[in-house]
């Protein structure tokens, strides 16, 4: 551990949480993209790769589909161009790597709506990156009806976009957290990570996949296996918010994982029919 710089990202960590106190006494309608902005300017956009952006805006697929609005969304800048950067943004699925919801006081409604925003994700299929011998786009990793792993090719799968929940407080007071997020989750597996300040780093405890033709998770290593859908908390908290520290570690490496699978996508799937 280098303590200097540990230091200084906690000091940005500080100062976002500061900013978020002070966006509480805002009009209502002001708190939401006053919270955004403070992550996005302290957290975010300094600590991830500088090939990759930060925005708010809507997602978008090549077969006309989209997102509802997303609070915050991190994108590859090199896959496909997003659009109106400037303000909400317009950003094809393919370069979305992850999102981030973000809430002021985390209730069990909050927690539904979030599962609900990041499961919309789901319908938006991506165009395949990768490329076979003949120079044609060819689908990777689904499941036959034995759940067994089908691989056209022996590329790595383009792995699914990371929704992320981010709460400032929660309301909770007379049980474990974690026991109200599986309650109201849908799945454990469609969040990949709940942080709340002053709680822990939340997530579900076996990496999978989604099968859009099945429209399932599978576990990644074994398909076959039944899911546990299990939660499990990966870190608590003091006043060095280590739940915060090790969330921002665990999407720098993550975005970059994730921007490694998708491969290069052709534009015209978003100009022409197919």
């Not at 302290?42 to 090549?62: C, K, N, Q, W």
């Not at 026991?179 to 799945?187: F, M, P, S, T």
């Not at 942080?195 to 579900?204: M, T, W």
Request: aromatic share 8%; charged share 25%; with cysteine.
């Amino acid at each position: 551990m280098n303590a200097l710089y540990r230091n200084l990202i906690l000091e940005r960590v500080r100062f976002a949480l500061a900013a978020a106190t002070v966006a509480a006494d805002l009009e209502h309608q002001g708190v939401k993209g006053a919270l955004r902005e403070s992550l996005m300017g302290e957290l975010f956009r300094p600590t991830i790769p500088a090939d990759f952006g930060v925005a708010t805006g809507v997602i978008i697929s090549a077969d006309g589909l989209q997102s509802p609005q997303q609070d915050i969304i991190i994108y590859h800048k090199t896959i496909l161009p997003p659009f109106l950067t400037d303000g909400p943004a317009l950003v094809p699925v393919e370069s979305v790597v992850a999102t981030i919801e973000v809430k002021s006081t985390l209730t069990a409604r909050e927690i539904r709506h979030a599962f609900g925003n990041a499961y919309e994700l789901r319908r938006l299929r991506m165009v395949s990156g990768v490329y076979g011998p003949d120079g044609n786009t060819i689908d990777v990793r689904v499941t036959d009806a034995e759940n067994r792993l089908l691989s056209p090719s022996q590329n790595a799968p383009a792995l699914m976009t990371a929704s992320f929940l981010f709460a400032f407080r929660s309301d909770l007071i007379d049980r474990p957290e974690r026991e109200r997020l599986v309650e109201n989750l849908g799945d454990v597996y469609t969040l990949s990570g709940i942080c709340i300040v002053g709680k822990g780093l939340f997530g579900p405890s076996e990496k999978v996949f989604w099968d859009h033709d099945r429209e399932r998770y599978f576990p990644m290593e074994d398909p076959a296996r039944p899911l546990s859908n299990r939660i499990d908390q990966f870190s608590g908290s003091d006043e060095t918010y280590p739940e915060i520290m090790q969330f921002i570690a665990s999407l720098h490496t993550l975005v970059r994982k994730v921007a490694a699978t998708r491969g290069y996508p052709p534009l015209a799937s978003y100009l022409f029919d197919a």
